[in-house]
């Protein structure tokens, strides 16, 4: 394809083209000169002060109060604030009630807290539980258990025994 250009480019030389251009593809007029003004400086002028006050001081701070006083009526309008919710616990709710009276359970037998494992809901529900590994003693069921890895041969071995732990104090399960 060729280029717009191309007849100007015959004329001079290519190192004086690329230098300075060509003449006469702007303008017509070759003998004018540059302003030196862009586009945008010649649009968009800034603003010329005339030196002296437009408003008095008391009149632009009256205005700035007041343009602050509104925003800060918009903004409230505009983003009002959560309204405060009442925090209720769960102890509140249920036990605090007008009314209640708590009941304590009569002992059926007395515990000594620091020889019995603790009755829990998983202690109680154990035997419900899958992948809960094998429990020999009712007093501990969750004792550390090495079944799994142990070979069959020598847990058909220990099927003949009694007592898999010597610290059982119940009969087995």
């Known amino acids: 394809m060729r280029r717009a250009t191309a007849l100007l480019d015959r004329t001079r030389r290519k190192s004086c083209i690329h230098k300075n251009g060509h003449r006469g593809i702007l303008t017509v007029d070759t003998a004018a000169k540059v302003h030196g003004v862009s586009t945008f400086k010649a649009a968009f002028n800034a603003p010329k002060s005339l030196g002296m006050r437009q408003k008095g001081k008391r009149t632009e701070l009256i205005e700035k109060d007041l343009i ?13 604030a959560p309204p405060a919710s009442e925090l209720c616990s769960v102890t509140k709710a249920d036990y605090k ?25 998983w202690s109680d529900n154990y035997q419900k539980i ?10 501990c069921p969750f004792k550390r258990n090495a079944t799994f ?3 069959i041969s020598e847990q058909l071995d220990q099927l003949d025994d009694t007592l898999p732990y010597p610290s059982e104090k119940y009969a087995p399960l």
């Open 130 to 139: 899958q992948g809960v590994t094998a429990v020999k003693t009712k007093d």
């Open 149 to 151: 890895s142990t070979p």
């Open 68 to 80: 602050k006083r509104i925003s800060v009526q918009v903004h409230a309008e505009l983003n009002p």
């Open 97 to 121: 009630v007008e009314g209640f009276k708590p009941v304590h359970a009569p002992l059926n037998m007395e515990h000594d807290y620091t020889t019995e494992q603790a009755i829990t809901f």
